[in-house]
């Protein structure tokens, strides 16, 4: 330990004042001034110490006027001494704080110590200063520490407000330092008693005042030292330096040093002791030289804490300034009542095309168009709470370009002023991509509203959600007054039918095709056909039906007509039949069916064309026709299932496909069997009518012949002819006449069984009467010939009397030409088997077998010398068949045996009562 010394102490540098204080050190321990009986009668060692601590020391009075003040206060709050006693302290407490003030001078009053009071001082320059107190009373005196905690509370406030993360460190802070208040507040309560209130400076202090020597030694350590490291004064004491400083602070105190020893004053330096436990502390020292007694004054403080919070605040700033560089977007700060940028990220500054420092300060209207902002801008923000979105926001670079960025801006305190934060990202491609994809957006909405159908997207609340032009058109709409509404109101008819459709897909998740339905439309009904494909989303889920339906109106109105055409050919009576270019049939109609005698197309279709036809021979020219020439028209022997052959009447053509390529063969044809038989028939009437006029021409020409030569004769022999010979003439004139006349009477009677006109008289009559009336007949003009009756006593029968009369006549009269003159006529009545039946025979050439059947017909006349050279035109016993058979009788030639012919005809026996049977009989056979 050093001997006490006087030594003199002159503060020197910046603000401090110089004041000339002397310590006094006692052998023993330095320090121990629990035997002083005041501040004023203090050592001068404990002055010095009171001089040089960085805490501000004083003594005042419950009055609220400082007596005693250290150089601190100049140096802290930059009034002089004067100043400072001049005036109560409460004027330099902050408003805010006199009241709390006032409170602790009461409690101090009261004898009551106050630990860790803390309030602010007003500085000379207006700014006001954190000071926390340390303050005992003694009587009417007060002795009081205080620090300067404004730094402190600033890295607070500001850890406070930008990192919340550090509060939890500063309230650590405070614990520790309460725990540390506490121990000192024990520490100070157990010195108080026993200890001089000088030394409280001494010991109340945080600092920690040393004397190191330069020996490497400690000569004196307060009490802040133990608490601090905690060693025991004495461990330090006897603890070199070096053993004590930090390995890495080693050589840079040494330095310090030694600079203090060549007169320099250090303030502020740090360095790390170790701690009783091992660990390091961070002192902050400021010391000076004394010279004289080979020992520096230092004080040292113990800032680990506040070292561990730059350095976190330092950590904190670094990771932020790393999240803001290394953030992919623009960052920066805009001071929003400035209207400057007061921050910006690298990734801003190579947006914009400036430098850090270049931005830092630069109007905002320099990085947005002033009317940008005013439009989307800041102006909102000023003040604001929350978030804002701006997109497309235009930025300046500084080549004066521009280019979009979409903008999120959060308000912020920044340094104590309201600022805006706002995050940039580079717009150009999205809104590029957005371009793209409006512009695809458009192509697709183009090629929706040109698809040749109603196009539309339904989702599952049955709302149309999109439908192209064409679905708004067939509904005389426009497409946004269809959009977003439900089908039914659309639809209000047949929406809910279409929704099943729609319900069907969703639920199925397949598709329906095909669906024809009507749509009532304001030009009248449409017939849509419709496919109903379900609508996924990206992940699969069907969220809807997209329906696409084309009008099928013109098909179905070419359906309807194929469909009535259709039935107009399958019920043709034209037969229709179509075969392909191999000859097989692929269709044929009803018609065709019926006509060959089939009766399902079954059996025909895929036959040959050559079935159907009597032969090869006969088809091959109608092919090569029909081929050659596209088409053919004509007759053809047609052949029917049962093999028998009828003459078809046919229209035949080659179907040609769009490029002329023949594809089918078409045929459409009629039975003309019927037809043909009227030809020949008409024909046959025809030749016969040729025949008649020659024959009647012959027949007329003989009585005129007759009556010419004659009446010449008469004419010109009259006077010389006698009365016998002009009897003669006139008797053949006779004779002529009668012929002639039965011979126009037999064309009268033909003519009027040619148009039906036969009308019997009926009556119940003696069979046996009209042979009477034919023979009393034939005998007015015939008186020679014989005839030999033969007739049965009959019961009367109905019958036209006269007709019967007439067949007889023409019966006999032929008998009588075709026989020679001696011939008998064998005439005879009966009845056989209900039936009168009448017989007239002669001995005359009878008839040859080959004309038999045919003697009856209409002109027939049989064709050899013997006949032929006989008068008559062939209608004789054309007329007797047809009266014979009105009466629902018969008539027939046999051979006589022996020569000759028996005519027989028979006429059904009718008793009275069945008179009306055979009225209705005659009728019908009429
Ligand atoms: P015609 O006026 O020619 O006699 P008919 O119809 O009475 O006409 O007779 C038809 C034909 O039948 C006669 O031309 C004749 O050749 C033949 N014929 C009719 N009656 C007899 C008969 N009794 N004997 C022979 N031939 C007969």
Not at 517 to 523: G, I, N, Q, R, S
Not at 566 to 586: H, K, P, V
């Amino acid at each position: 330990m050093a001997d006490a010394k006087m030594v003199k102490r002159k503060i020197a540098g910046g603000a401090q004042q110089a004041v000339g204080k002397y310590i006094s050190s006692t052998t023993g321990d330095p320090l121990d001034i629990t035997s002083a009986g005041g501040v004023e009668g203090s050592t001068e060692g404990l002055t010095i110490f009171f001089d040089v601590a960085l805490d501000l020391l004083c003594l005042a009075n419950t009055d609220g006027y400082f007596l005693k003040l250290n150089p601190a206060w100049e140096t802290t709050l930059g009034y002089t001494m004067d100043e400072l006693t001049a005036v109560q302290f409460l004027d330099f407490v902050h408003p805010d704080d006199v009241a709390g003030t006032m409170e602790a001078i009461s409690e101090l009053a009261s004898q009551q110590k106050v630990i860790d009071f803390v309030n602010r001082y007003r500085s000379k320059d207006g700014t006001y200063r954190w000071l926390q107190w340390r303050s005992a009373p003694s009587g009417d005196l007060i002795i009081a520490a205080a620090r300067d905690i404004t730094e402190q509370k600033r890295f607070e406030e500001e850890q406070a407000q930008s990192f919340g993360h550090l509060e939890e460190l500063v309230r650590e802070r405070t614990k520790e330092l309460e725990r540390i208040n506490e121990e000192l507040t024990e520490s100070i309560r157990e010195r108080v008693k026993s200890e001089a209130r000088a030394e409280s400076f001494l010991n109340l202090s945080l600092d920690m005042f040393s004397m190191p020597g330069f020996d490497g030694y400690f000569k004196y350590v307060n009490p802040a030292w133990e608490r601090t490291l905690g060693y025991t004064r004495e461990e330090i004491l006897s603890t070199s330096l070096t053993e004590l400083i930090h390995p890495d602070d080693r050589d840079s105190t040494v330095e310090e040093i030694r600079e203090i020893g060549a007169g320099k004053e250090t303030m502020n330096f740090r360095n790390r002791y170790r701690c009783k436990d091992g660990s390091y502390r961070w002192l902050s020292w400021s010391a000076v030289n004394v010279p004289e007694e080979q020992v520096m004054f230092a004080v040292a403080q113990d800032i680990t804490d506040m070292k561990s919070a730059e350095l976190d605040v330092a950590e904190s700033k670094d990771e932020l300034e790393a999240i803001y560089n290394g953030l992919g977007d623009g960052l920066m700060v805009v001071d929003v009542e400035a209207g400057t940028v007061v921050r910006s990220n690298h990734v801003l500054d190579s947006m914009l095309g400036y430098s850090q420092e270049e931005l830092t300060g630069m109007p905002i209207t320099r990085v947005h168009p002033p009317e940008e902002l005013q439009q989307k801008g800041w102006e909102v923000e000023k003040g604001g709470k929350g978030m804002k979105h701006v997109q497309d926001l235009i930025c300046l670079r500084k080549d004066g370009s521009t280019f979009p960025v979409d903008m999120t801006g959060t308000s912020i305190n920044y340094k104590g002023r309201p600022s805006v934060v706002a995050i940039m990202k580079d717009a150009t491609e999205r809104k590029k991509a957005g371009e793209a994809l409006k512009a695809s957006e458009q192509t697709l909405q183009t090629i929706f509203d040109s698809m040749p159908g109603l196009l539309s997207f339904k989702n599952r609340d049955n709302v149309i959600v999109r439908a192209n032009k064409m679905f708004a058109d067939s509904l005389g709409m426009q497409v946004e007054e269809i959009e977003g509404r439900p089908l039914s109101e659309i639809f209000p008819d047949q929406g809910e039918e279409y929704w099943k459709d729609d319900l069907e897909v969703i639920e199925s998740g397949k598709p329906k095709l095909g669906i024809e339905e009507p749509l009532d439309t304001p030009e009248g009904t449409t017939w849509l056909r419709t496919d109903m494909v379900p609508y996924r989303d990206t992940d699969g889920e069907i969220i809807g039906v997209v329906g696409f339906s084309v009008d099928i109106t013109e098909r179905k109105r070419a359906e309807e007509e194929l469909r009535l055409k259709e039935s107009a050919i399958s019920t043709s009576i034209n037969g229709i039949a179509i075969a392909d270019m191999e000859r097989r049939l692929t269709y044929v109609n009803g018609a065709f069916l019926e006509l060959h005698g089939y009766e399902s197309p079954d059996e025909v279709l895929g036959r040959e064309i050559l079935e159907f036809v009597k032969d090869e021979r006969e088809l091959a020219p109608v092919m090569n026709e029909l081929l050659e020439t596209g088409s053919w028209v004509g007759e053809l022997k047609s052949k029917r299932k049962d093999g028998l052959l009828f003459d078809g009447q046919f229209t035949t053509s080659v179907i040609l496909d769009e490029r002329g390529n023949p594809v089918a063969m078409l045929a459409t044809m009629l039975d003309i069997t019927e037809r043909k038989r009227a030809e020949e028939l008409i024909k046959k009437n025809s030749e016969e009518l040729k025949n008649l006029i020659e024959i009647a021409a012959h027949e007329l020409r003989h009585p005129a012949t007759v009556f010419r030569g004659y009446a010449q004769i008469l004419i010109s022999n009259w006077e010389d002819m006698d009365r016998e010979t002009i009897q003669d003439a006139l008797s053949r004139i006779d004779e002529a006449t009668t012929r002639l006349i039965r011979l126009v009477d037999s064309l009268l009677e033909t003519s009027r069984i040619e148009r039906g006109k036969i009308d019997l008289s009926l009556s119940e009559v003696d069979p046996a009467a009209p042979v009477r009336l034919a023979i009393e007949e034939f005998r007015s003009r015939e008186s020679d010939r014989e005839l030999r009756l033969n007739c049965a006593a009959l019961d009367k029968e109905i019958m036209d009397a006269e007709k019967v009369k007439q067949v007889l006549v023409i019966l006999i009269d032929n008998a009588v030409k075709y026989s020679d003159e001696e011939c008998p006529i064998d005439i005879e009545c009966v009845k056989v088997e209900g039936e009168i039946v009448y017989r007239v025979a002669d001995l005359g050439p009878g008839i040859p077998d080959k004309d038999r059947g045919c003697i009856f017909e209409r002109f027939y006349q049989v064709a050899d010398v013997l006949h032929h050279s006989l008068p008559g035109i062939g209608l004789g016993l054309y007329i007797a068949k047809t009266i014979v058979e009105v009466h629902g009788g018969w008539i027939s030639e046999e051979p006589r045996d022996g020569g000759g012919s028996v005519f027989s005809f028979g006429i059904p026996a009718v008793r009275e009562s069945d008179h009306a049977q055979i009225v209705s009989y005659l009728r019908v056979a009429g």
